[in-house]
């Protein structure tokens, strides 16, 4: 079983604040990308390995790959950083399987239908909706860009967001 060391929404994904920042900080072996778009473009993959630091394996699971990775031993071995582009495909790798304990909210980009969440997050009614649900369902929501950045928790950043 792999020690998940931080689950992360970041659109983003493999780029200088994981692969720079967040490897070293919790000496992470690995990162496992998850999302159906990412895990069938070979290019992507071979680019998210090109960029990662020297010793850091990088995997790409479609959803239901990285249900049965989870099921068969937890992503086998290692310190591990699991990556999401997006909330709604972390919400449902939750839903079918993959049993994070708490998820760190990085960057979402602004878009329509958005409003400014926090920092380098902007969220939908919906996106907000689905935090709410994986929070009620025992998972630890928080917002954080960097590691020197103060955790945030959900509630008050739901508040904000429900206020504007």
Do not use: C
């Amino acid at each position: 079983m792999a020690v998940v060391t931080m689950t992360r929404v970041d659109a983003r994904l493999v780029h200088g604040q994981v692969a720079g920042r967040w490897i070293k900080t919790l000496d992470a072996t690995r990162i496992i990308v998850i999302g159906d778009d990412i895990a069938t473009d070979p290019f992507m993959v071979e680019l998210f390995r090109l960029t990662s630091p020297p010793g850091t394996k990088i995997t790409a699971y479609t959803i239901a790959d990285a249900v049965a990775e989870w099921q068969k031993d937890e992503f086998g071995e290692g310190r591990v950083i699991l990556l999401f582009r997006d909330i709604v495909t972390a919400d449902k790798a939750w839903r079918a399987g993959v049993k994070y304990k708490e998820i760190n909210i990085g960057q979402v980009p602004g878009a329509p239908n958005r409003k400014l969440a926090w920092a380098t997050v902007s969220l939908s009614n919906e996106e907000m909706a689905i935090l709410e649900r994986l929070s009620d369902d025992g998972v630890r929501v928080y917002f954080q860009a960097i590691p020197d950045d103060k955790q945030q928790p959900l509630e008050p950043v739901a508040r904000k967001f429900k206020s504007v």
